[in-house]
């Protein structure tokens, strides 16, 4: 029988990660996660962020301050697809289809 993949999932109330770079860093660090999951991300186009060893999808709110959500997945894991929720909405969303090696693939889903 296969041991069954065991994923640590983490989720974080950042509003405005810009600013918090380094106690999102201690995050990532202190907790090691799997996947990370950032609500009130408050980025905009043009901005970016950028960790080691994880695989940053965001879902920015588009012509208001802030929201947002984003998904950090560590290198290793292989996201198969990624669907976002469109503007118009007082939800956002955002959500990865996860490889599990040889298992059934795993939506994650992000919702703010």
């Known amino acids: 029988m296969n041991k069954a993949t065991v994923w640590q999932f983490s989720l974080w109330n950042a509003q405005r990660i810009s600013s918090k770079f380094y106690e999102c860093s201690n995050l ?9 999951c950032i609500t009130e991300t408050w980025l905009q186009q043009g901005q970016y962020i950028d960790y080691d ?4 999808f965001r879902n920015d709110r588009i012509g208001q301050q802030g929201g947002g959500v984003a998904i950090l997945i560590k290198a290793g894991i ?17 959500a990865v289809l996860l490889d599990q090696k040889g298992k059934a693939p795993i939506w994650l889903v992000c919702v703010y």
């Open 28 to 36: 990532l660090a202190d907790l090691n996660p799997d996947v990370f």
């Open 53 to 56: 060893s994880y695989k940053v």
């Open 78 to 94: 292989r996201p198969l697809k990624v669907k976002r929720s469109q503007g118009g909405s007082n939800v956002e969303w955002l």
